[in-house]
């Protein structure tokens, strides 16, 4: 179910416009998680799994959270504290603006 909601990203990064090749890493814990990679090219931003490509941002979550956060169950700013930012900052917090369900 993650990797569903997982596809929001690149709407959520929709009016961030940064050089071809910049790249963000999200990676969630547990079971149901797994490792991807959303990277600029030609002017949009493209979902993939995650290769070894070095990321501009890093954003790691444990399932819960993103689960929770996705589903518009928690904020982002009750998810932050759960979540690990490393690279550039402010590219990687947007993950914590997805929303993949609106009830």
């Known amino acids: 179910m993650l990797e569903t909601f997982i596809r ?19 990676i969630i814990t547990g079971e149901a998680g797994g490792e991807w990679i959303l990277l600029r090219d030609k002017g949009q931003w493209k979902l ?9 941002a890093s954003v790691i979550l444990d399932q819960e959270t993103a689960w929770r956060l996705f589903t518009k169950g928690m904020s982002k ?27």
């Open 48 to 56: 993939g799994k995650a290769t070894a490509h070095k990321a501009h």
């Open 77 to 103: 700013e009750e998810a932050l504290p759960h979540a690990t930012i490393g690279g550039d900052y402010s590219l990687g917090e947007i993950v914590l603006n997805t929303v993949s369900i609106i009830a």
């Open 8 to 26: 929001a990203l690149p709407h959520t990064y929709r009016d961030v416009h940064v050089s071809d090749g910049t790249s963000i890493r999200l």
